[in-house]
């Protein structure tokens, strides 16, 4: 079957840092779905892994967001059958999803919102997930419904023109009387994030403490951390209200002054959507509920997913060019490859 993928780590200028390859069809195990590909997203997360690449000599499969349809299901697979419509993320200690046919754990999956397309589907499944356990796992919010009073907070979202920021705005903003400040530093990535629902945006290239003050805006309660964190976190150290907290998504490339939070007894709370399979932990089935859940929000109209920018065929040159885009960190929403050409 068709694939992309990479033999060693190159930076994504290298014209091989990722090649089209054939590689054998995958056998499904007794909880497995076997799903034919029909769309895939990029995320800063390919690029990464990208460049970690062991020098092992073997052939790497990358991908963690597809959108494809059910051909075979294991015994054990429970829920699904051939012919069923699914999205997830996946599973970084397995290939990823970069491939015409790909294996994956039933309990990550879910059927995808039967009102939008492949595409859009595929968009959605890292971004969802990295967003609802961030919100509602590690900064401990009432999942949409469960809310019976407004609960007068504030939270600001860093980076809120980016996948996961895109998604969290949204999705915070189905919570009643949460105030939702997000960060943007060009026009452009303003006026997406107050399209999306924002309360507000502040440039988080300037002075942030200072445009809270000036605007009158409230000091945030929660904050989820989803852009640079090594320049951010001493500001957001003083920005946080006396018991907030704090989610980060992505990784410090230095370890922080946790110091800084001690006197308002503020937290900072990790989250790694691909740790509940890679440990295998017993409630990793919660993302397979969660993407329906978000499924379910779509079809019945309380969410509306940002459309994504889709790029062409799933081919090593249209992924390179992606990989280059979201390297450049000028990214608004989602990138999306659909299809495999007939000729590789």
């Known amino acids: 079957m068709k694939a992309v993928g990479l033999w060693q780590a190159l930076p994504a200028n290298a014209p091989e840092a990722l090649i089209d390859h054939e590689i054998p069809v995958p056998e499904p195990g007794l909880s497995d779905l076997l799903v034919r590909v029909e ?3 990029v995320n800063p997360a390919d690029a990464r892994v990208r460049m970690r690449k062991a020098d ?3 052939f790497q499969v990358l991908g963690w967001d597809v959108a494809g349809t059910v051909i075979e299901a294991g015994r054990d697979a429970a829920g699904f059958v051939p012919g069923d419509a699914v999205f997830y993320a996946g599973d970084l200690t397995r290939p990823g999803g970069n491939a015409e046919l790909h294996v994956i754990e039933a309990a990550l999956v879910a059927r995808r919102p039967e009102t939008i397309a492949a595409s859009s589907a595929a968009a959605i499944p890292l971004t969802a997930l990295t967003v ?3 919100l509602f796992d590690r900064l401990a919010l009432p999942e949409p419904g469960e809310a019976d009073v407004p609960l007068g907070k504030t939270l600001l979202v860093v980076g809120g023109a ?5 998604m969290a705005i949204q999705i915070a903003k189905l919570l009643p009387g949460l105030n939702v400040i997000a960060t943007a530093s ?3 990535s303003r006026d997406w994030c107050l399209s999306l629902g ?3 945006v502040i440039d988080h290239s300037t002075d942030m403490p200072a445009q809270i003050v000036t605007r009158g805006l409230p000091a945030p309660d929660l904050i989820l951390l989803a852009a640079d964190p090594d320049g951010h976190f001493p500001t957001l150290a003083q920005l946080i209200a006396p018991q ?3 989610c980060c998504i992505v990784p410090f490339d230095a370890p922080p002054d946790m110091n800084l939070l001690m006197q308002k007894s503020a937290s900072l709370a990790w989250e790694f959507m691909f740790t509940r399979a890679m440990f295998a932990t017993p409630d990793r089935a919660r993302q397979g509920e969660i993407l329906a859940k978000v499924a379910t929000l779509i079809d019945t109209g309380r969410l509306t997913p940002p459309a994504p920018q889709e790029l062409g065929l799933i081919t090593a040159q249209t992924l390179l060019a992606a990989h280059r885009h979201i390297e450049g960190k000028r990214t608004i929403g989602k990138l999306v490859l659909a299809g495999f050409p007939s000729d590789l």
Request: hydrophobic share 35%; charged share 30%; proline share 0%.
């Open 39 to 41: 769309a895939i997203s």
């Open 56 to 58: 092992d000599g073997k």
């Open 132 to 134: 609802w356990e961030s």
């Open 162 to 166: 980016g996948g996961v920021g895109s």
């Open 186 to 188: 060009r026009e452009a």
């Open 198 to 200: 924002a309360d507000a």
């Open 244 to 246: 907030g907290r704090i």
